[in-house]
């Protein structure tokens, strides 16, 4: 096949057009043309008045090798399109591969080795993701915490509770297979071309879901409120895991896909002597702003236009402190949500559905943090860095998991706030006026007023006086590294044991963290024959 780039169609045009503009492109006639799909699409909305659809286009055409040797623009010989199925080692596995976290790592990890036929055991600490649901709403509506099962546990990960947002800067052709295999078990199609491709917690639900019950119809196992309290680990290698701190599941190969908040197995992990470093991370609020504001300042004229959904936005400013404040997760249409994970604590994400419909736009507005700043040498430093911010939040807020909130205009002149003006909080279960200098470190505060002034400058009507900061996010990413020897994705000191995903820190996100789920899984399949 052949890729075809910078195939350009404006804002009213019909999508039809593709075909004919195609044909021009690559000087053919129609009985030439044997199919082409859409790899790529995205919006170019550079010049004023004016917005185009631009696509990258997968053609299959008569006689290739002619055609390319006319050396047309944006045109391409299409080598390494398609995941290939790695070759199966040859070594015995005596027992079933363990994966920890049902997180898109363990989702994928356990998905590729049931397809390969190794039967994996895929161990979740939280509930499945119908009861999981339950439980997350009545923490929303009635403040009912629950340990084991909230917006960071259970099945499907802190993913599932999210925008479902797919975008990655990983060039791997593995981030395919996770979108294909996404499309397979019930997500929209148009994820496979997207410039920004999302599905939306509501279909992610039953995504996660029809995975499931693929493992299990494979062979796999799914054990859900199993908690691991142990790692049996003999001569540094693994022999099997603790479940509930009394059943003993034996294995040779553990994948560890514990996502970002699983801190009691850090813990657990640094006692056993596994190899943990500190790792940078970024920590801030919420920002909320009517999403009709983002919409007329990104697409202007075009702002209501039916072939536009909600507008995003993705910025980024370097401040005199040589700190940097940056918007991450950004959910358009969206709501901020509860997302503690431990009693005594606030932490916020946002969330989206498929049709991103709600009112407001919000977004993660960081700052980022070293580990110079954690004030002690110790591996999970960051960690109870991280833990000194969420139980302030949760003093400040009321000691009831209300969330401290400031508007942006109060914040920018050290005022608490005393009403909500234009934009109404969307975190529940509720929320409490504050001054966020009181549960964020002064040099994230001072970064974050600096460059709301300068971003107003990037994004029209950023730093407007009602736009809402909701504290405190501190989960952006893992603040620890489980380190691992990068050509067999071992733990650096612990044969068969794989760090794997956002917990272990190698991956920022749903698709980078199931590629990497899948590699983990690959290295086991490289080495043993299935059972």
Known sequence: MIRVSNIKIGIDDDISLIKSLLLKKLKIRESELEKYYIFKESIDARKKGKIDFVYTIDVKVKNEDKLLKKGIKDVIKLTNYKYIDVKMGTKKLKNRPVIIGSGPAGL?????????????IMIERGLDVDERTKDIDNFWENRKFKNNSNVQFGEGGAGTFSDGKLTTRIKDIRCRKVL???????????????????????????????????IINLGGEVRFNSLVTDIIIEDNK????????????????????????????????????????QKPFSIGVRIEHPQSLINKSQYKEFYNHKRLGPADYKLIEHTSN??????????PGGSVIASASNEGEVVTNGMSEHARDKANANSGFLVNVVPSDFGSDKPLAGVYF???YEKLAYKLGGNNYNAPVQLVGDFLQD?????????????????????????????????????????????????????????????????????????????????????????????????????????????????????
């Open 108 to 120: 994928f990890a356990s998905l590729i080795l049931a397809q390969r036929g190794y039967s994996p």
């Open 180 to 214: 294909e295999e996404l499309v397979n078990f019930g997500s929209p199609s148009e994820i496979l071309y997207s410039y920004k491709p999302h599905v939306g917690t509501d279909i992610l639900k039953d995504v996660v879901k029809n995975i499931r019950k693929e």
């Open 238 to 277: 693994v022999r099997g895991v603790i479940i509930n701190e009394n059943e003993k599941i034996e294995t040779d190969n553990i994948i560890l896909a514990i996502g970002h908040s699983a801190r009691d197995t850090y813990k657990m992990l640094d006692k056993r002597g596994v190899l943990i470093t």
């Open 322 to 331: 040589l700190r940097t404040a940056y918007s991450f997760c950004m959910c």
């Open 386 to 388: 991280q833990e000194k």
């Open 415 to 531: 005022k608490v706030s005393t009403s909500i003006g234009e934009v109404e909080p969307s975190y529940k279960p509720g929320y409490t006026f504050v001054d966020l200098r009181e549960c964020l470190p002064k040099f994230v505060t001072d970064t974050m007023k600096e460059a709301l002034v300068k971003l107003n400058n990037k994004l029209e009507g950023f730093s407007m006086y009602d736009a809402v900061l909701t504290g405190v996010e501190t989960r952006s990413s893992s603040p620890i590294r489980i380190v691992r020897n990068e050509d067999t994705l071992e733990s650096f000191n612990i044969r068969n044991l794989y760090p794997c995903g956002e917990g272990a820190g190698y991956a920022g996100g749903i698709v980078t963290a199931a590629v990497d789920g899948i590699k983990c899984a690959e290295k086991i399949i490289e080495r043993y024959s299935n059972l």
